[in-house]
Structure formats: C-alpha cells, structure tokens
C-alpha cells in the first residue's frame, strides 16, 4: 500500500508557496520520502520549482544599483561579484547585460592592477610565481586578471605540467612525517601529480602549507564560501600544491613504508600530530571514559597510529567496523580512541597541535600531578596541604628571577635552557607548575618515565618544605644536601630527573 500525504491541497500550498519548504522538508515533516510527496504534487496538479528556482529560493538577483556599485565604481570582476553574492558567474553576467552595462574588455580590466609588463614578467617568468600567488599578491580573489594581464602583454603562459615536475626533498624529516600523516587522514590526490587538503579550520591549512613549501612545494591558496542557502555549510579553505615526484612517491608507500620511515620519535611524533590533525576530535560528552578519537576507515592505518603511541606507554583501543546508515554506500568507519587517563600523557607527547584542547590538557595534568603528589607526601613524610597553582613560563621566570631558585641553577650547573617546570613557598605550601615548561621537557618521554619525572620533582620539593626551616645551611648547601638525599632513597626518580633536566 503506497503512503499518502495526510494534508489538503491547500495546506500543503500554504507549506511549499507561502512557507518555502522544498519537498525534502516536507517529507522529513510527515515521516516520509520525497516520492510520496512528488506523487501528491502531480495527483493535485502543483507545478514543482525546477534547479534553478530551487537554487535561488529565498534570494533576490542583485539590483541595478548593487551592480551599479560593485562593477562601476568598485571596478570589482564579475567572478569577484559572483563570490560576493552567491550567485553563479552567468547570472551576474546576465543581469549586467539585462540592466544595460557595458561588460569590461582586457584592456579595461588590467588596468586595476596598475602593473607594467616588467613587472608582471618579472613575478611569472623570473620568479615563477601562479596565477593565484600573483593574484594574492594584488589583493585578487581569483586570477582570472592575472590571466588576461599576461594576455593583454603577450606573455607566454606556462605549460599545465610545468609546476608537477617541482622536486620535493623526499629525505626523512619532521616536516615530511607531518606532510604524510595529513594525507594519510583529509589529504587527497588529484590527477597525475597534485595534492589538495581542504578544511574549515584556516591555522591547520597554513600550517599544512609551511610544512609543504620546507621541503621545497610551491603552494596555492583558495577559498570557498559557506553557501548562503545552507547556514550550516561552513567557509572551506583549500591548500594545493603540484610534484608529480611526491605524487608518485606517496602513492608507492606501503604501511610497512610508513613503518620503517618512522624510526626517529620526533618524525614518528610529527606523522601522528598530522594525523591527529586531520582526522582527530575531542568528545566533549563528559560521561564518557573515551576523551580523543581518531577516525578512519582503515583499520591498519589505525593500529600503526596505535603502535606508535604505546611505544610511549599511551594507551588507545580500536573500535568498529560502523556502517553509515545514512550512506550505506560509504566504506565502513573504525575509531582509535585514548582514555581521559592518557590525555595529559598524550598532548604533553604530540607538540604543536592544532587541536590543542588546553583546558581539557590543564585538568588532566593537574589530576595527574596531584595524584603523584599524595603518594609522594608519603614517601617523604610531608604531611601539609598542598596548593596547586598554574604559571607561565614568563611568570615563572618573573616568579625565579630573584635567585631564590637554586633549583633552577646550582652545583651541578644550569638546567637546560632554564626549563622549569615546578617551584615552591612555603606558608601555605604551594606547588607552582609550569605546564608548558613540563610539556616541552617530557616531549619523548614514556608515560612511565614522565610519571617518575613528576614524582622526583615533587619528592625534592616537598624535601624544601620539610627543611625549610631547621636548615642552617646555605642555599646551595640545602640543595645539596636533597640531592644526595634523592640519590640515596629514590634513585630511579633522580635518575630520570637528571636525564631530563641536564641531557645526563
């Protein structure tokens, strides 16, 4: 038995001619498909909008006036106009020719950029420059000026394949892990010999696009506006780039390529930051143990990433195979996911990210400090309160600079470039921490080994306050007096202190 719509012919004109809902909405109102809505259109005789009409529902053609101001007095392109309003380049150009002006020639047209034929030879024959970095360059949205200028002075344009046989330095470097890692999540190939990535979030495209040009790329930037008829449509940032040398290079890695690629921990690091970047998110449900995704629909793409952080003792499970049951049709999707217990270990570990949650890593570190600290107290005997407090790196600086640290520089000599992560005052205790400083010290360090860090680091404060007051010594000489006392009882934590703070 067919569904019919439970509507009169009135009311469902009063839905799609006064409201404007087309007739997917419709549908999704009366829990239906948009067939038994079209059916009920042709059995009542209602005429359907066709594309066009559908495309601009809701929008009205620019007028004489607009256009008046746009084309005449701010001399902008029709593309440019056409990027301005939403509407496609052959309408603007049509309405141009409906309210009688007169459509620009080259000549007319390159005037605009007021650059002589030196100079214009100079960027695209000597510097070698795109249309679209040229374009840029001028302030233009597109190069289709650019185009005609080289036109207009009969200068010769470049071969399509001449930018695909740029050679890229294809030795193992940090910037080509983190190249790899984004293409291995929203990076694509396009053609024989060109890369794209496209993303609403503009700080990941640009540093996408400062890793390509350090191993040698020539970039181009694009922009597509968020559709005015869709306010969930968001704008869309593209970075392309061309070498028909990387393109083949990247097609041939295996995962066993990718593998033996990432021996060195800061290329294996920067290829699971570029991952992350690409298709990692944060699950903002607090309820869940399941803090960082990642997703994709390889599952040994996954585990590689899996492997790769249990070499630093952070822990991940794969989940899936999840079928998308609006698009059967899409390959199945799995999730690598990271537990809250394991978030400060893993953004200590991955530097730099983009998706950098800095209040969820601030909360997970804090937890993690104070629940070293409780065991520590114990070792040591130090039974006051102890207060937590967040510092920069410039406040702790500010905090030191008197000379009371001796911490940060005594018989043993400087810490490394004066990284301090943790400091201390008595009168109510208080534990300052420097997470920054703690993140870019513990970078390489496995789960275990930043634990112990941060356990001998507090033991050796908590030895300051037990002797901050009987201590008759000097500074130095009470510094040193901790010191032989860590060695002594926990010399695994005065170990892994020493190995990080002065490289011993």
């Known amino acids: 038995m067919r569904l019919e719509l439970p509507i009169s012919k009135e009311a469902f004109l009063e839905l799609y001619t006064a409201q404007k809902l087309s007739a997917v909405d419709i549908a999704a109102k009366f829990n239906c498909g948009s ?20 495309k601009l529902l809701g929008r009205q053609k620019p007028s004489r006036e607009i256009l008046e101001d746009l084309y005449l007095r701010q001399k902008l392109s029709i593309n440019e106009i056409s990027s301005k309003t939403g509407f496609e380049w052959g309408t603007i150009k049509q309405e141009l020719k409906t309210h009688g002006f007169s459509i620009r020639g080259i000549g007319e047209q390159q005037f605009k950029l007021k650059v002589s034929k030196s100079e214009i030879e100079d960027l695209y024959v000597n510097q070698k420059l795109t249309l679209e970095q040229i374009a840029q360059k001028f302030g233009l949205k597109d190069s289709e000026r650019v185009r005609n200028v080289l036109r207009h002075y009969g200068i010769e344009r470049r071969g399509t394949n001449e ?80 070498s028909i ?85 899409y390959k199945p999707m799995y999730q690598l996911s990271i537990p809250n217990s394991m978030a400060a270990h893993f953004f200590c570990g991955i530097p ?93 360090l496995t789960v275990e080994e930043r634990e112990l860090f941060i356990e001998g680091v507090l033991i050796h404060e908590f030895y300051h306050g037990l002797i901050n007051d009987e201590f008759k010594g000097s500074k130095a000489q009470e510094e040193e007096w901790i010191i032989n006392m860590q060695r002594e009882k926990f010399p695994v934590q005065r170990k892994i202190m020493e190995k990080v703070l002065y490289g011993k």
């Open 352 to 444: 730099a990210l983009i998706k950098f949650k800095r209040n969820l890593w601030e909360k997970a570190s804090l937890t993690l400090i104070e629940n070293i600290s409780e065991n520590a107290k114990l070792l040591v005997g130090f039974n006051e309160n102890v207060i937590f407090e967040l510092l920069s790196k410039e406040q702790m600086f500010s905090l030191l600079s008197d000379g009371a640290a001796v911490f940060k520089s005594h018989i043993e000599g400087k810490m490394k470039d004066d990284i301090v992560p943790f400091c201390s005052a008595n009168r109510p205790f208080t534990i300052y921490v420097c997470l920054d400083s703690l993140r870019e010290l513990t970078r390489f």
């Open 35 to 54: 067939t038994t809505v079209y059916r009920f259109m042709d059995l009542h005789g209602i005429k359907r909008r066709n594309a066009s009409e559908a």
């Open 163 to 242: 930018g695909r046989l740029i050679i890229v330095d294809l030795a193992p470097s940090p910037e080509l892990a983190y190249v790899l890692g984004v293409m291995k999540g929203d990076g694509s190939v396009l053609g024989k010999g060109t890369i794209k990535l496209g993303s609403i979030d503009r700080i990941f495209v640009d540093e996408f696009e400062v890793k390509l040009k350090k191993i040698g790329f020539n970039t181009c930037y694009s922009f597509w506006k968020k559709s005015a008829l869709n306010s969930k449509h968001k704008d869309i940032h593209f970075m392309q780039a061309n």
């Open 245 to 329: 040398q990387f393109v083949n290079w990247y097609k041939a890695q295996t995962l066993e390529d990718i593998q033996r690629f990432l021996q060195i921990p800061e290329m294996q690091l920067e290829f699971v930051r570029g991952f992350y970047e690409s298709e990692g998110h944060h699950l903002k449900n607090p309820e869940t143990t399941r803090c960082l995704d990642f997703a994709n629909s390889n599952p040994k793409l996954l585990h590689l990433i899996k492997v790769s952080l249990e070499k630093y003792g952070i822990r991940s499970r794969l989940y899936g195979p999840y079928q998308n049951k609006k698009y059967p049709h």
